[in-house]
């Protein structure tokens, strides 16, 4: 029988176990969206997860979203990056970066520069920015000519991550970023080739993702998805038809995974399942909602077919959550205050179980 403690093959990686760490912003990069020594003990405490994948980074200045995250698009960017995947790795761990780009989720005062996104409509909702929440402002449209280069910026930072000695990439196509704006229904009202039907809203996230595999292989691309998910005002119609779709050309790409979260009725997540050929992550809880991820969460996932199950808020407060899963031993609780409060508080301070106590 396959538990989450069952050893794994993805792409050229063994894992030894199938619990993952979701991707978590934590907004704790220097200047110049430089990684730091305490997020390499941070990532290097959490070794143990039969994968790790990396708080959002983005691929290019432009597609930042909150002030204080990493990015893979300097030179800068990769050597600070080295330290991490190091230190993950000789604590025996495996990480990919997770690519996001914000588009329309963010603010000209955290990048210098008007947002871009598929159409000239913004985000419901207020963003972070330098000074504090402010409303999300009108993103500029994307020119048919542009799209292509912002798809591209994708390719290019993972190979930059590569390089910077991560094992691959995660596409971040979920949550209301650059790619689910266009690959929704009201984010995205263009009438060029990437707008419109089926095969125009998907357009994006498959040039994305075949930039992607051209410059690291599909074996070490992985990608994000929400399917039905509402965050910043995102709406989808056809959503079954939409990421069937999008399944089909990823399977066509042969990317190592779609790491699915359970934004949509079961029975839709059960289809898209049968969609997909491949190695299939699932996260099984609404983000961000009254419930986190849990040992029960898992096992139900793992028995409708998942391979892999991600957990997010119960890594933060447990490093060695894999060993308290398997040892059935107490979750600590996550403190919501210090997720993006900067420092090592709330981040470093979590402590593995003691035993005997
Ligand atoms: C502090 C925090 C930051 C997050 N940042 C990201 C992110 O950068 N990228 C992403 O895809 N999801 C992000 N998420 C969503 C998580 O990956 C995950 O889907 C969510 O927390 C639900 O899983 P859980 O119940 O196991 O926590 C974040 C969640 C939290 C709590």
Known sequence: MTTLFTSYRLGGLALPNRVVMAPMTRVRAAAGGLATPSMAAYYAQRATAGLIVSEGVQPSAIGQSNPGTPGLHTDEQVAAWRPVTAAVH???GRIFAQLMHGGRVSHPDTIGVLPVGPSAIPAVGD???PTGPQAAPTPRALDTLEVPEHAQAYGRAARRAVEAGFDGVELHGANGYLISQFLSSNANRRTDRYGGPVAGRIRFAVEAAAATVEAVGGARTGIRLSPGGTFWGIKETD??????ALLTELARLQVAYVHLEATTDEETLLALRRAWPGTLIVNPVLPMGPKQTGRDDADHWLALGADLISFGRAFIANPDLVE???GGLPIAPVDEATYYQGGDAGYLTYSAH????
Not at 239 to 244: A, C, F, K, M, S
């Open 354 to 357: 003691q035993y005997g106590r």
């Open 239 to 244: 959503v079954l038809e939409l990421y069937t």
């Open 127 to 129: 963003v972070f920015t």
């Open 90 to 92: 000789t604590n025996g």
């Open 324 to 326: 308290r899963l398997r």
